[in-house]
């Protein structure tokens, strides 16, 4: 048997004997001093400790917060388009001849109706007077077919008498079958002629139709010699050159009318129930000008590849300012929304990844409520999704959930 683990057992329970058993004499030995009564002062500051400390979980946790009330803001819905002129339209020649008319020069203003470009007349003068004698001449045949029916109408009644008196002395026997035939015969050519006179009158007529459709197409022509404006504008190219030979169908000039003028902008499919015909717009152009207008126009057919609906707001342009082409950013108002300015800051996300608020409740306990953003502007951003007066945690919203207590310490909220 082994000394050593003996004394070491022994060792160890004489410590143990003097711990517990002479635990006095031993704090003495010591130089220890212990005493039976706890001294009253030091157990009301540890009382007192230990009361701050359940009553700190019972106030709530420290927030800043504001008090919002919701606000009603203008919405409005913001694309890219481009002006666009109000006409175009490339003016061509009906006819063909020789310019003989003065170019004008692109750039320049035309009014409605304004000669543009003059043809050659050539033979067409003649053709119209050649028209016009033919005219007179079938217009002078009525007369005769008049006659020639009057003539045949006295030939019938004529005819007539010398059928009746020719019935009456065949049936007392004065006369024979056959002079009553012959006045039978006489008749029919009186009525058969009234019918051919009666035709003649349907051609003479047809004749003056077709003298007057040659006037008409002959002054027509004519006409055509004569290129004009259709409409006020200006000018986007230069008028056909003096002497050039024009065919039907040759551009004489192309004319643009600005004003007014269009924006043509896509609305996305998304926002296009925001937008409506007569709504208030306003664009800014590349130069930094700012124009206003309305919206005159909204397909109802969205495009095939991008799904958006084409928009036209027309814009006055006395003044001619605005071009063909530029590009705008326009901005098309909309139904105001009620929404809350918060800042930025106070945004935050759920376990779920939501964008929203963290809100106290009637009972100063923080809640989380989701938000919609409308607009962020310098002063914050608009959100909606809320209550019309809701308590927003601005500062602090990151330390609390759902549920958890809280001492709101409220600031001024943004106007």
């Known amino acids: 048997m082994k000394i ?39 157990d009301a500051a540890a009382e007192e400790t230990l009361a701050e400390e359940n009553e700190a979980p019972a106030q709530g946790v420290g927030v800043v917060a504001i008090r919002s009330v919701a606000q009603t803001i203008d919405s409005a819905v ?42 050659d007349p ?12 033919r005219l007179t001449e079938a217009e002078g045949r009525v007369p005769e077919a008049q006659a020639a029916v009057a003539e045949a109408n006295a030939r019938v009644r004529e005819a007539e ?26 008749m029919d050519g009186a009525q058969a002629g009234v019918q051919r006179a009666n035709s003649g009158i349907k051609s003479a007529e047809a004749g003056i139709e077709a003298a007057q459709a040659a006037v008409a197409a ?25 002497g050039s030979l024009m065919q039907p169908g040759t551009p004489c000039a192309t004319i643009i009318q600005l004003d007014p003028i ?50 036209e707001v027309t814009v006055a342009n006395a003044d001619m300012a605005i071009s063909d082409g530029q590009t705008a950013e326009i901005v098309i108002a909309s139904d105001g929304r009620t929404a809350h300015l918060i800042a930025q800051s106070s945004l935050t996300l759920d376990d779920d990844g939501v964008l929203g608020v963290r809100t106290i409740d009637a009972n100063n306990t923080a809640a989380f409520m989701p938000v919609t953003l409308l607009r962020d502007t310098a002063e914050g951003v608009w959100v909606t999704d809320l209550p019309d007066e809701v308590d927003i945690i601005t500062v602090g919203q990151e330390f609390v959930t759902d549920g958890v207590r809280v001492a709101p310490t409220f600031a001024e909220a943004k106007g």
Do not use: W
């Open 262 to 311: 269009k924006l043509v902008g896509f609305v996305p499919e998304i926002d296009v129930h925001k937008v409506s015909v007569g709504a208030v717009a306003g664009a800014r152009l590349t130069n930094g000008d700012e124009v206003q207008g309305t919206v005159t126009f909204l397909s109802r057919s969205a495009d095939e590849t991008t799904r958006t609906f084409q928009v």
């Open 218 to 242: 002959a002054e027509r022509e004519i006409e055509r010699l004569t290129i004009e404006a259709p409409f006020a504008g200006l000018l986007e190219t230069d008028t056909a050159e003096l």
């Open 122 to 133: 050539g033979t067409r003068e003649a053709s119209l007077a050649e028209a016009r004698a």
């Open 78 to 119: 913001i694309l890219r388009g481009r002006t666009e002129a109000a006409r175009q339209v490339t003016v061509a020649a009906e006819t063909s001849g020789l310019v003989i008319s003065e170019p004008l020069r692109k750039g320049a203003t035309v009014e409605a109706g304004q000669e543009m470009c003059r043809l």
């Open 161 to 186: 008498i010398n059928l009746n008196a020719a019935s009456r002395l065949s049936q007392d026997g004065f006369a024979s079958e056959t002079t009553l035939v012959s006045a039978q015969a006489a």
């Open 4 to 42: 050593i683990p003996v004394i070491s057992a022994v060792v160890v329970l004489a410590a143990l004997y003097f711990a517990v058993l002479e635990r006095d004499r031993l704090m003495e030995f010591a130089g220890v001093t212990t005493t039976d009564a706890a001294d009253p002062e030091t």
